[in-house]
């Protein structure tokens, strides 16, 4: 009975945070605004984030904010700020022919669909192997991409550093 109340509450979880992930996410393309935009996008990934944390993987959550919400983000708003770009709206930005994106991307999805569900028709999911602790799983991912690793951690330094030098008004 407990454990069936837990996957009921688990379940009602994700339809919340998937909800407010597919509003982020519609924001996302639909606003004119680049930095609302982007601050859209910012909510999509702490949704994942937080998905990750109903599948009890909270490294991979952690990782998720840490990287995507900590860094891509924040290069992508130096990147906005840097550009000077207008910060409301602009209705030069959009496209005449937006309205063949739509079947366009109708066609890509059936088509991505097809090759998943052609793919993947006959596999099926390895036995359960029991709880995998984080320690393994950091193990598996840094040990033998540790020195990739710091090389993006330094590239992505070097560039925060170099917008904050473009961005100074001296």
Not at 10 to 20: D, P, R, S
Not at 96 to 116: D, E, H, K, Q, T
Not at 144 to 154: D, E, I, M, Q, V
């Amino acid at each position: 009975m407990v454990a069936s109340s837990i996957n009921v509450a688990q379940n009602v979880g994700f339809y919340l945070i998937a909800a407010v992930m597919v509003g982020a996410a519609i924001s996302v393309v639909s606003n004119r605004n680049v930095v609302h935009a982007a601050l859209s996008l910012v909510l999509v990934m702490a949704g994942a984030a937080a998905q990750y944390l109903l599948l009890a993987a909270e490294f991979v959550a952690v990782t998720q904010v840490l990287v995507y919400i900590g860094a891509v983000m924040v290069l992508f708003l130096f990147g906005v700020m840097l550009t000077r770009a207008k910060l409301g709206r602009d209705g030069d930005l959009n496209n005449r022919n937006w309205g063949l994106g739509i079947p366009v991307a109708v066609l890509m999805l059936g088509v991505i669909s097809w090759a998943v569900l052609d793919g993947w028709k006959d596999a099926t999911l390895p036995a359960d192997r029991g709880p995998v602790s984080t320690k393994a799983v950091s193990d598996s991912i840094f040990q033998p991409y540790l020195l990739p690793f710091w090389a993006l951690s330094f590239v992505l330094l070097i560039a925060a550093i170099g917008a904050i030098v473009l961005a100074r008004k001296d």
